[in-house]
């Protein structure tokens, strides 16, 4: 690493551009000339964590990993306890111990360093450049822990030893082994919440039904659509205005810029919305070229920033949208009608995609009509199917309004069914009562009264 030219990996919240800004606007440190570039910025360190595990042959690894704790600590699931929290976030690290030779310099807040067993987590996979840092630091604060170098030795006075209540604190113990964490990890499926990638071929309405479903159950987190396909009338789905926001970010993004929170705010479509939906469209049948290295980090920058992205491409297997977001999603929710010509499509042309990404929905299912959901399954290019969602006349009356009563009817008439369908992903949606089950509880609750 050349010390007077710095490519750093930022890992901090989207509230921290001020910290970006400071960092590279840098030219000395301890009286030598100093230049630091920020090659990437992830939001969250589980952005980080599917960055460092993408087996890119061009991947850009940069000298320094900055990570501040609060990238991760930022939104805890209240259903989780804190040994719980603690172990995701060292399962994360592990991860990118593992798949990167950057150096790791991670920030923790300063009543961290009371939290024994997770320094002792963070020693054992051969993190030593942790340090705490107060409410408030400065630019050199920062650089000064960039810097540094710290050894086992540096941090022996952190090292515990003995069992359960027995366990005690060394304070003295310059020379202990600590075995190295093995270096082929079994790579199993991230089910647990984490940022979510979820691509969705060649369906719309779908995806609008289900990111405003998602958007509206789980207001705490930020949901996006990304509408790659140039037929995708979301438009018409969402009443929109402002429907060249999609070109606003892709020109950035082809600048070299790192988006901002403002930028994204700026571009996103205006509708009558939930306030944590964002929708990145352009005007219906714009034709664009992108190329396949634009469409990643279009994506990754959206994954950066919300908590879930939805990406709609055409069902088409030569089109560079639709063979760009299947590589790069986490999951591939293939919504398809029941019948021979549409499963007969959806095969086709889903086999360019990652078999183990893919899972089938039974769209706009009809029993009189459409082929039993049996068959369906064993139809399909995989076993994994999802779920479905149901025919509702209402519905296909609503579609003509769109806005508003389009998306509320989905919303009342189809919301168990995109609960079973996201719930296998982690994305826990809120029960729901039926009206059935409102008007028991009412009658339970006049009784007790």
């Keep these: 690493m050349d010390k007077n030219k710095i490519r750093l990996h930022l890992t ?98 300063r009543d961290k360093e009371e939290n024994l067993e997770l320094i002792n987590e963070l020693l054992k996979i051969n993190i030593h450049n942790f340090h705490f840092a107060q409410e408030k630091f400065t630019i050199n604060d920062v650089l000064d822990w960039i810097f540094a170098t710290k050894t086992l030795k540096d941090n022996a006075k952190y090292l515990l030893t003995g069992k359960g209540e027995k366990r005690t604190k060394v304070i003295e113990q310059s020379k202990i082994e600590i075995k190295e964490v093995e270096k082929v990890i079994e790579k199993k499926k991230i089910i647990g919440f984490s940022r979510k990638i979820i691509c969705v071929p060649g369906n719309p309405e779908f995806t609008a039904e289900a990111a405003y479903i998602v958007a509206k159950a789980m207001p705490d987190y930020k949901v996006c659509i990304l509408n790659l396909d140039n037929r995708g009338y979301l438009d018409v789905i969402f009443n929109l205005i402002n429907e060249n926001g999609l070109n606003s970010i892709i020109n950035s993004i082809n600048k070299g810029f790192i988006l901002s929170v403002s930028e994204w705010k700026g571009s996103r479509a205006k509708g009558d919305l939930p306030d944590n939906l964002y929708i990145f469209t352009n005007k219906y ?165």
């Excluded at 001020?18 to 910025?41: A, D, Q, R, S």
């Excluded at 805890?76 to 804190?82: G, L």
């Design 12 to 109: 901090a919240p989207e509230n921290y551009e001020t910290l970006k800004n400071e960092l590279e606007n840098v030219n000395t440190y301890m009286g030598n000339l100093l230049e630091i570039k920020i090659i990437n910025w992830d939001y969250t360190l589980g952005s980080l964590r599917y960055w460092a595990t993408d087996k890119q042959e061009d991947k850009e690894e940069a000298d320094i990993l900055l990570i501040f704790d609060a990238a991760s600590y930022q939104r805890v699931d209240s259903v989780h306890d804190e040994a719980l929290y603690y172990k995701d976030f060292i399962e994360s690290l592990k991860d990118i111990r593992l798949n990167t030779n950057s150096k790791i310099v991670l920030i923790l807040s």
């Design 285 to 449: 049948n714009t034709q664009s070229e992108l190329s396949e290295d634009t469409i990643n980090k279009l994506i990754i920058s959206a994954h950066n920033f919300f908590d879930i992205v939805f990406v709609l491409v055409p069902l088409l297997k030569t089109n560079i949208e639709f063979v760009s977001a299947v590589k790069v999603s986490n999951i591939i929710l293939m919504p398809v009608k029941p019948s021979v010509p549409c499963i007969r499509e959806a095969n086709s042309t889903i086999q360019q995609a990652p078999e183990e990404k893919i899972w089938h929905v039974a769209w706009s299912y009809d029993k009189t009509t459409d082929l039993p959901v049996g068959i369906f399954k064993k139809s399909m290019l995989n076993d994994q199917y999802a779920g479905r969602i149901t025919y509702s006349h209402s519905r296909e009356k609503a579609r003509n309004t769109g806005g508003f009563s389009y998306l509320e009817t989905a919303y009342k008439e189809n919301y168990r069914e995109y609960l079973k369908i996201l719930r296998r992903f982690n994305l826990l949606l809120p029960k729901r009562n039926t009206a059935f089950q409102t008007i028991k509880l009412k009658i339970k609750r006049s009784r007790i009264i």
